[in-house]
């Protein structure tokens, strides 16, 4: 297999990818249907409304017949690194260096930025100038509020899904999948807003001589989306551990602990605070923006396996503890900075308009990635009950096999079904060996891709394969999260493999989804070899307490497991003090 059938076309006007970030939106290959549906249809144009409404570009500078915002390449998931460097360009007191890092991270391998005549366009400019200066006084405040209210009234619409035809199920599918549209043109809006602030801080923590200050100011701030998830599976497992009945029923592994907490009358109290986790968070999961990935609300087990790996974890290295020791030096870090520009008014001015800017966009990023997530369970719970369907009367093999549609057949495969058994089982076949491919880490157009078969083999499973670095070696990746931490590491390149993971060990990996939330809580730190300070680790890692380190590349190859290191979040070092 040299191409995919979702494979496409790196375009002229913005031609370079990446799959910096990108395992944080799909660690996995996509199916046909979520890239050529959710995502050629919702996310992707969505997108690019974004970018017109923030004034960065004119509707005219896009190409509408063809996916230009992001990539997909043997179904992998691309961003696009083009559109983020006319932004910086673009943006007055901005560079394409500084968005790159903002972004993606760092890696030496990215070909610089070239300017192209196209670039240069001062009414984009001032809009982009007065976009910026709005969020920096709170417009986005009011946008989130009404984006939130309408992602739950469009989730409210759901029909029975149990009792609506196969063509009204195809129809609340489509209908549902193209909301990412809306939502991403809002959320992409927002994400991009939240660079505003922490840019400005740092930019004077820097200047003061103090950079680490910047990272700090922006550590525990409470009221955080994605921080709500774990404190809640905290409670539950906290519950479990305490709980001699409960506890009984976790030891007895996962297959069937549903059924037995149901029939346990200890298990009461646990149920309803289950119960809740999933009214409130049901939507999220694994490979979040896959619409044939499993949500909590789908499969619990996946819940219940947070909370049994959470359980492991001592009292004092509760969400809460730590996220209160964050808070003091979030406290401190803005008091000293203030301090330090005390007397300078336009400074002073600048770094509270940050401050506050930065503090409430993050938490506006993460409210808003929330409800597109769940926006997005609407088409999976759709195509699985047609999937399920399907496979009931004969047409597909397995019920997930109707992910392997593309958009454009299903109106062909409702009118014969039968015609498609074999060729999506065989596609689903070809989906499953892409998993194992590691695709390349840049896409350009000009350059020639590899074929498919060329693509190595995947790394899932962390492997000492040499010495690691020397004692006294000092790496330095992006600061993350604030702290400073002492321990060894753990290697985790798969969740497959995260029992592994000892309370107070160092987690080393790739990068994470919400679906690697529990090892935050029990890890002592984070390292990522890939990622940047806006990316799903840092933002988890500062609301937890939690010393991260992102953008260290080949950590899992020098810091192998068992490495002691010394870490610290707020200046992006690690220092080897014992080898493995």
Known sequence: MDTWISDTEPCERFPLYTRANA?????????PLNWTLAWEQGVVPGTADAWIALGTFTPDEFDWSIPETYGNWGGYFFNQVSLGRVFGYRMPGATPDAIDISFFGQNPSVPPYQHDPRDDNEECSAKLAESMGAILGGAHAALTESFLAECRRLRNTRPDLAAISDEELVEYGRTSARWQRYGWDIYAQIV????????????????????????????????????????????????????PALTAEFDAGMDGIAERLAANPSAEAFKAAFDSLLAEFGHRGVNEWEISAETWTINPTLAYQMI??????????????????????????????TAAVAGDEASAGMLAAGIASGQSSYRFREAGKNATVMLMQEPKLAFRELGRRMHERGHLKDPLHVFQLLESELAAFLADPASFTETLADRHGQWLTLADKEPPYLVQRGVPIPPISEWPTRKRIAENTGAGAAVGTELTGIPGSPGTVTAKTRVILDLADADSLEPGEILVCTTTDPSWVPLFMIASAVICEIGAQASHAVIVSRELGVPCVVSLRNASQVLPTGTTVELDGSTGAVRVVESA
């Open 308 to 337: 049994d790996r959470v359980r492991r974890q001592d009292d004092p290295m509760s969400p809460a503890a730590r996220a209160a020791k964050g808070a003091e030096q979030r406290e401190a870090a803005v008091a000293e900075l």
């Open 192 to 243: 991009i807003g939240a660079t505003v602030g922490p840019q400005i801080v740092q930019g004077i923590a820097d200047a003061v001589g103090k950079p680490e200050l910047g990272i700090r100011i922006f550590a525990a701030l409470g009221d955080v989306a994605s921080a709500g998830l774990p404190e809640k599976v905290w409670e539950l497992s906290r519950m479990v551990r305490y709980t």
């Open 23 to 31: 395992d944080e939106v799909g660690p996995e290959p996509f199916t």
